[in-house]
């Protein structure tokens, strides 16, 4: 035992020993690492008194003194003191110029963002995001909303034309040189009222059956075409619709024209559309380049296109050619056998008879007038038709009246451009060029051009760009321009119109002329529910689509004339060039609309749609059958009127009172002369053609029995609603109720 105590003290002194020696290490370890600290800091305190020049402060042992470092605890500031606030920089809005009118795209544009950024801003308003397209016009509150909900502020569209905004327009070349210039074939229109012959007549010169697939056998378009007559010439004839609804497109014919071939119906004579026809002749000034060189107590001669008449139907029993030639006097159209110097040629379309003689004066005047055209430099012509095909998107019927147009051609037409893919000609055969006086369809636009519009080309795309860009800037400042003068209008009425009011009140003190004030507008505070209150049968919206441009412009001039609003409101909400589609769907959803489609198809998905939402399609192909559903379905839509007729009379011949309860009636004993008395209907009582009493019968009476009706020749007793002393003499009418449809009196005058 005593040698394990032994062995166990040896090792815990071991241990302490060991434990000591380590102290003693990490003392001098610890002691020579503070004295190298104090000599670093010695070293430095020298190296600052050297650089600031400052003598260097020593012990009194020679040794230089030590400035010993002291930490501080850092306390944490008190709030609001010892730290400045932190101001952040104030934001500037970003200001978006905003006007009338601003589709969609327009919109996203002017904010710098994307299309779909301006939905998202639009998502939770009354507005119905499924009706919009990039291309649809959005009112002035959901512009400013848009703009509100972006974080940005609005600022409305200023009238002045930037400065530095260079005119980038392209006009007409200057006129051509004589020297270049080259006979061309006559444009030649043809006009006159419908179903006096005219496409019949051009069906027979160039040997086709137009007219036969002419929906209701009138011409709806203007058609277009080259026509090679068998002695070589050729003559491009333009053949105008002769319905009261094409005016239009018969002027644009005639502007485009040289020789104007007008038709009259020999069993017929001169009618409106005749007479209309020949106003446009004379307002046309021809399409020959030789006007242009003229002098000008020359150019007047030119100012009229000249008139070739042609006396169609002469084969009839009832025609009279010479009726026409009198009647045609009256507008200054004298004919050669009457001492003018107009030809008239007897024809008939139908059987073919001196159609060669039409032709031949046609050419012979052309030869005189010296057509010629500029077949050189870029080219310049007219839109006569525009329409969109399924295969070949946008297409133009165009008059070529300068240059040569070819495939690769940059045209500007409008506010719209096109690079041209290919050229089609009458029978729809690819051409390869089309010269001056030459009918060709264009196919490469980029957007749908309007009819009438003139066509130029120009160097490139670029070009065309810039152009289209500077005329669509043009037109929204025209657009602007107007806007504000409208509302400077209404200013102006609402300012005089409180100057007025003021001026009445302007004795009274603020109190009364308050009360004054509030008494004469609090009939308008009273009429809004009733107002909100309306029936929606009382508006009628309509979407319009049509094959042609010319078609949709012929509709939309009718609907022009529309003067019944206070019977029932029309308003057209969308119309366009094409067939139905389903945005057409989504707009007649929306305003609960009826859809017309004008020689136009509507596919079997698109039906179907249209069928699930009860939206009606109503397609037509004759104009006049269109406008007729649609005066139909105005007329339905307003309420019936009540007219009373009289079904039975009788005379008073006795009056005498019954004792009713504690009262005494009167009663009449009466006998029926014309007709029969119903207790069911209105009665009314007249004394010397006077009014004296109209509603109901509490009883009718045939002897001691009550009856229902009381036929002629019988007697009856029958007392009224109303205490009134009868007369014998008195006449008693009974009145029934009827209601007749209304129709509307709006005459789009055929």
């Known amino acids: 035992m005593g040698r394990v105590a032994f062995d166990n003290i040896t090792v815990m002194m071991s241990v302490k020993a060991l434990l000591g020696v380590e102290r003693a290490l990490c003392f001098s370890h610890a002691l020579s690492q503070l004295r190298a600290l104090r000599s670093l800091t010695a070293k430095r305190t020298q190296w600052r008194a050297a650089t600031s020049g400052l003598p260097l402060l020593t012990s009194p042992s020679g040794s230089p003194h030590v400035h010993h470092h002291v930490r501080y605890l850092a306390t944490k500031p008190a709030k609001g003191q010892g730290r400045e606030p932190k101001v952040k920089p104030k934001q500037e809005k970003q200001e978006v110029e905003i006007k009338q009118g601003m589709t969609v795209s327009e919109l996203a544009c002017a904010m710098g963002k994307d299309i779909d950024h301006v939905y998202e801003a639009l998502l939770h308003t009354s507005i119905n995001l499924d009706s919009l397209e990039p291309s649809s016009k959005l009112q002035d509150q959901w512009i400013k909303e848009a703009v509100k909900k972006s974080g940005m502020k609005f600022k409305w569209a200023t009238l002045a034309v930037e400065k530095d905004r260079e005119n980038k327009n392209v006009e007409r070349r200057p006129p051509p040189d004589p020297a270049v210039m080259v006979s061309r074939p006559p444009v030649v229109t043809i006009m006159g009222h419908v179903d006096h012959g005219k496409t019949t007549l051009l069906d027979s010169l160039r040997k086709t059956q137009v007219a036969a697939m002419e929906a209701g056998g009138i011409t709806q378009h203007i058609g277009a075409f080259l026509v090679q007559l068998p002695s070589g010439e050729k003559i491009t004839f333009l053949d105008t619709p002769g319905h009261a609804a094409f005016s239009a497109m018969r002027a644009r014919g005639a502007l485009v024209t040289d020789i104007v071939i007008l038709v009259v119906a020999a069993d017929d004579g001169v009618m409106k559309q005749t007479v209309e026809s020949i106003e446009h002749a004379k307002k046309a000034k021809g399409n020959h380049e030789l006007c242009r060189l003229l002098p000008s107590d020359w150019l007047a001669l030119y100012l009229v296109v000249p008139i070739i008449v042609a006396v169609n139907k002469c084969d009839k029993k009832d025609a009279d050619p010479d009726r026409v030639k009198r009647e045609l006097?009256?507008?200054?159209?004298?004919?050669?056998?009457?001492?003018?110097?107009?030809?008239?040629?007897?024809?008939?379309?139908?059987?073919?008879?001196?159609?060669?003689?039409?032709?031949?004066?046609?050419?012979?005047?052309?030869?005189?007038?010296?057509?010629?055209?500029?077949?050189?430099?870029?080219?310049?012509?007219?839109?006569?038709?525009?329409?969109?095909?399924?295969?070949?998107?946008?297409?133009?019927?165009?008059?070529?009246?300068?240059?040569?147009?070819?495939?690769?051609?940059?045209?500007?037409?409008?506010?719209?451009?096109?690079?041209?893919?290919?050229?089609?000609?009458?029978?729809?055969?690819?051409?390869?060029?089309?010269?001056?006086?030459?009918?060709?369809?264009?196919?490469?636009?980029?957007?749908?051009?309007?009819?009438?519009?003139?066509?130029?080309?120009?160097?490139?795309?670029?070009?065309?760009?810039?152009?289209?860009?500077?005329?669509?800037?043009?037109?929204?400042?025209?657009?602007?321009?107007?806007?504000?003068?409208?509302?400077?209008?209404?200013?102006?009425?609402?300012?005089?119109?409180?100057?007025?009011?003021?001026?009445?009140?302007?004795?009274?003190?603020?109190?009364?002329?308050?009360?004054?004030?509030?008494?004469?507008?609090?009939?308008?505070?009273?009429?809004?529910?009733?107002?909100?209150?309306?029936?929606?049968?009382?508006?009628?919206?309509?979407?319009?689509?049509?094959?042609?441009?010319?078609?949709?412009?012929?509709?939309?001039?009718?609907?022009?004339?529309?003067?019944?609003?206070?019977?029932?409101?029309?308003?057209?909400?969308?119309?366009?060039?094409?067939?139905?589609?389903?945005?057409?769907?989504?707009?007649?959803?929306?305003?609960?609309?009826?859809?017309?489609?004008?020689?136009?198809?509507?596919?079997?998905?698109?039906?179907?749609?249209?069928?699930?939402?009860?939206?009606?399609?109503?397609?037509?192909?004759?104009?006049?059958?269109?406008?007729?559903?649609?005066?139909?379905?105005?007329?339905?839509?307003?309420?019936?009127?009540?007219?009373?007729?009289?079904?039975?009379?009788?005379?008073?011949?006795?009056?005498?009172?019954?004792?009713?309860?504690?009262?005494?009636?009167?009663?009449?004993?009466?006998?029926?002369?014309?007709?029969?008395?119903?207790?069911?209907?209105?009665?009314?009582?007249?004394?010397?053609?006077?009014?004296?009493?109209?509603?109901?019968?509490?009883?009718?009476?045939?002897?001691?029995?009550?009856?229902?009706?009381?036929?002629?020749?019988?007697?009856?007793?029958l007392s009224l609603d109303k205490n009134v002393d009868f007369v014998p003499g008195d006449e008693i009418i009974c009145l029934e109720d009827i209601k007749v449809e209304q129709k509307t009196s709006w005459d789009p005058g055929f």
């Open 329 to 717: 006097l009256a507008h200054d159209i004298v004919c050669e056998e009457l001492g003018g110097e107009v030809q008239a040629i007897h024809v008939s379309a139908l059987k073919g008879e001196n159609l060669m003689e039409l032709a031949e004066a046609t050419v012979t005047l052309a030869e005189v007038m010296e057509l010629k055209g500029d077949p050189t430099g870029f080219v310049e012509g007219t839109v006569i038709e525009s329409r969109t095909d399924k295969g070949k998107g946008p297409v133009t019927t165009a008059i070529v009246q300068r240059g040569t147009l070819r495939k690769g051609c940059i045209l500007v037409a409008g506010t719209s451009w096109a690079k041209v893919r290919f050229l089609y000609d009458e029978n729809n055969q690819m051409v390869n060029e089309a010269r001056p006086s030459t009918a060709v369809e264009i196919v490469g636009w980029k957007e749908l051009p309007t009819a009438g519009e003139e066509i130029l080309e120009v160097e490139s795309e670029q070009r065309a760009r810039e152009v289209v860009e500077w005329r669509t800037f043009m037109e929204g400042q025209e657009k602007i321009k107007e806007d504000q003068q409208v509302i400077a209008s209404k200013q102006q009425q609402h300012e005089e119109a409180y100057r007025k009011e003021r001026e009445g009140l302007a004795h009274l003190s603020w109190r009364k002329r308050r009360v004054a004030l509030y008494n004469a507008n609090k009939h308008r505070m009273t009429s809004r529910p009733s107002e909100k209150t309306e029936p929606r049968e009382k508006t009628l919206s309509i979407i319009v689509k049509g094959d042609v441009d010319g078609s949709v412009e012929a509709i939309m001039n009718i609907l022009e004339s529309y003067d019944a609003d206070e019977q029932c409101q029309l308003d057209v909400v969308h119309f366009g060039v094409g067939d139905i589609s389903e945005n057409d769907i989504a707009f007649a959803e929306t305003f609960s609309g009826i859809i017309y489609g004008f020689n136009v198809k509507a596919n079997k998905a698109v039906q179907q749609k249209a069928a699930k939402l009860g939206i009606q399609l109503k397609m037509h192909k004759i104009i006049y059958k269109l406008i007729d559903d649609l005066k139909e379905e105005l007329s339905s839509r307003l309420p019936p009127t009540v007219k009373q007729h009289v079904i039975g009379e009788a005379t008073v011949l006795a009056t005498f009172e019954v004792t009713m309860g504690k009262k005494k009636v009167p009663v009449a004993g009466c006998r029926v002369k014309k007709g029969e008395l119903d207790r069911k209907m209105k009665f009314r009582l007249v004394r010397n053609a006077e009014v004296l009493w109209e509603g109901s019968l509490t009883s009718l009476k045939h002897m001691k029995s009550d009856v229902q009706v009381v036929k002629n020749g019988m007697e009856c007793g």
